[in-house]
C-alpha cells in the first residue's frame, strides 16, 4: 500500500430513487446529496418536523430484527444497510441521504440500484485525507447464544469473508469473499435478501412484509407448502400462480450466484460494519453473521477507534533541523530563562504550531517541586503550551518584538501524566478558531514518552507593549 493518503470522496451532485419500503410498504422517495469532509454517513427525515438527521453511528442501533434500524430523539431510519453497503463499496466518505419515510427503498433487495445512481453522478475528491482505521491486533466479538462471530485481522486492506450456515437442506453451508473493495460492485452489490417460507409465513400473518414482492426477495422454501399457504402468498405477492423451483426457491427468481445468500450477508456486514464510522484496513472474518452481530461488533469497533483516536500521539522528526531554534524564539518571544519554557518550533502553519521543550533537572523548579522526586509543575506545563500558541500568534504581526501575549482564558485542562527529569516534551496548539484582533482561541496537547500528558483550551491576547 501506498504511504501518500487518500483523499476523502463524496458524490458529484444529488441524486433521486424511489421505490417502495420492504416492511413499510410505503412509497420512498430517497435522495443521496453530497456532504462536506468529515461529514461521514447520516440519514435526514424530510417528511418529519424540522427536517431531523440521524447520523449513520452503532451507538443509535435500536434493534435489528429483519434489518438495522436505527432511531435517535425517536426519530426512526429502518434497514439502513443495503444503502451503507453501497456508499462503503463505492469508496464514497461522505454523504447526506434524504428520506421521506422511514424507511430506504427496497428496490430489488439489494444494493444494486444504489450502486447505479452513485455511478452516475460520480465522485469527487475533497480536501481532507481519508481517516482509515488500521487493524493493529485481533478484535473479536462472539454471541454466545447463536454461536456467531465476528473477529478483524490485520491486512493491507479491507477484506471481507463471511461463512453461513443456514442448518436447512435447501440451504446449508456457503462462504462468500471479497479480496479487494474495488470488487464490491461487480461481485457483491447484486446480491438479493432472501428469507425462509416460514419467516415469510410469520411475516406475512403479522402484516410486517408490505413492500415485498418476489422481485425483491428470494424465498427459500424449507418446509411443505400448503394450497392454504400457497394461496396466500398468491394473494399477497400479487401473482395468479406460484411455485416451488427444483432448488427449492419459490417462483420466477434465479439466483445470480449459487451462493447469493452469503454474498448477501457479506453486504449486509459491509453496510452494517460502517456504522463504526471509519473506513477499516484489515480483513473481517464473519461466522454466521447477523444484524445483531454485526452491530454489536460495529460498536465494539467504535468504541475501540474512539478510544485510540483520543489517545493517540502525532509523531514528529526530532532529528530534523528546527524551523526555529532557540535564538530565533527569543527574538519572537518576549520570555526569558528561567521563564522560556520551549527550546525549538518544529512546525509553524496559519492554524498550528509545534513546539519543543527538554525537560532537565537543572531546572529551577524542581528545587522545590519536589526536594527528593521532582516532577514539573501541571501550570508550567500549561505556560509552555501557552508559550508555543504565543509564537503562533505573532507570527501574524510584522514586529513581534513589540508585544506581549497574555492570557484570557484557560478550559478543560486535564493532566493524564508525570512529566519527570529527562522527558523531552511536544507542545502541538491548533486554532479553534480564525485570530482575529490579535486574539487566539486554541486547543494545546502536551506530549511525552509516547503519551498525551496534558490538554487544555485556551485563549491568549497579543498587545502592544507601552
Do not use: W
Amino acid at each position: 500500500m501506498s504511504s501518500e493518503k487518500m483523499k476523502q470522496r463524496t458524490i458529484a451532485k444529488e441524486v433521486i430513487l424511489k421505490g417502495v419500503g420492504l416492511h413499510t410498504g410505503e412509497d420512498v422517495t430517497m435522495k443521496f446529496v453530497p456532504a462536506p469532509e468529515n461529514h461521514g454517513y447520516a440519514f435526514k427525515r424530510v417528511d418529519l418536523e424540522g427536517e431531523p438527521i440521524i447520523e449513520a453511528d452503532a451507538n443509535y442501533v435500536v434493534n435489528t430484527q429483519r434489518g438495522t434500524n436505527l432511531e435517535k430523539r425517536g426519530v426512526k431510519i429502518q434497514t439502513s444497510e443495503h444503502v451503507l453497503a453501497a456508499l462503503v463499496g463505492m469508496g464514497i466518505d461522505n454523504v447526506m441521504i434524504e428520506l421521506d419515510s422511514p424507511e430506504p427503498p427496497i428496490m430489488d433487495g439489494s444494493s444494486k440500484y444504489f450502486v447505479e445512481a452513485l455511478e452516475i453522478v460520480g465522485a469527487v475528491e475533497q480536501e481532507a485525507d481519508c481517516e482509515e482505521y488500521v487493524v493493529k491486533e485481533v478484535i473479536n466479538y462472539k454471541d454466545e447464544a447463536t454461536g456467531s462471530e465476528i473477529t478483524v485481522i490485520p491486512s493491507n486492506e479491507y477484506q471481507v469473508t463471511t461463512m453461513v450456515d443456514f442448518g436447512t437442506k435447501v440451504l446449508g453451508t456457503q462462504n462468500a469473499t471479497l479480496e479487494h473493495l474495488e470488487d464490491f460492485k461487480t461481485e457483491i452489490a447484486n446480491a438479493r435478501t432472501f428469507s425462509f417460507l416460514h419467516e415469510l409465513e410469520m411475516l406475512l400473518e403479522n402484516g410486517l412484509i408490505k413492500g415485498g414482492d418476489l422481485n425483491n426477495a428470494i424465498v427459500y422454501v424449507d418446509k411443505e407448502i400448503s394450497d392454504t399457504t400457497m394461496k396466500k402468498l398468491e394473494k399477497a405477492f400479487g401473482k395468479e400462480k406460484l411455485s416451488v423451483k427444483p432448488n427449492g426457491i419459490l417462483d420466477n427468481l434465479t439466483l445470480h450466484q449459487p451462493n447469493e445468500a452469503a454474498r448477501h450477508k457479506l453486504l449486509d456486514v459491509i453496510g452494517d460494519l460502517a456504522l463504526a464510522g471509519t473506513r477499516i484496513r484489515g480483513k473481517v472474518i464473519a461466522n454466521k453473521p447477523g444484524h445483531f452481530v454485526n452491530t454489536q461488533f460495529a460498536k465494539k469497533l467504535s468504541k475501540i477507534i474512539k478510544h485510540e483516536k483520543r489517545n493517540s500521539v502525532p509523531k514528529f522528526n526530532l532529528s530534523q533541523p528546527p524551523l526555529m531554534d532557540i535564538h530565533q524564539i527569543m527574538a519572537m518571544l518576549p520570555h526569558r530563562p528561567p521563564f522560556l519554557l520551549i527550546d525549538r518550533i518544529l512546525e509553524l502553519t496559519e492554524s498550528h504550531v509545534v513546539g519543543m521543550k527538554n525537560v532537565t533537572m537543572n531546572e529551577p523548579f524542581f528545587v522545590g517541586h519536589f526536594p527528593g522526586a521532582p516532577v514539573m509543575p501541571g501550570v508550567l506545563q500549561v505556560e509552555a503550551m501557552a508559550q508555543t500558541g504565543g509564537i503562533l500568534v505573532l507570527s501574524t504581526v510584522p514586529d513581534p518584538e513589540n508585544y506581549l501575549t497574555l492570557f484570557m482564558k484557560i478550559d478543560n485542562v486535564k493532566f493524564k501524566q508525570k512529566v519527570l527529569p529527562g522527558d523531552t516534551l511536544i507542545f502541538h496548539c491548533s486554532l479553534i478558531s480564525p485570530i482575529r484582533r490579535g486574539i487566539c482561541h486554541m486547543q494545546a496537547y502536551a506530549y511525552a514518552n509516547d503519551k498525551l500528558v496534558c490538554e487544555a483550551e485556551m485563549m491568549a491576547q497579543i498587545v502592544k507593549r507601552t
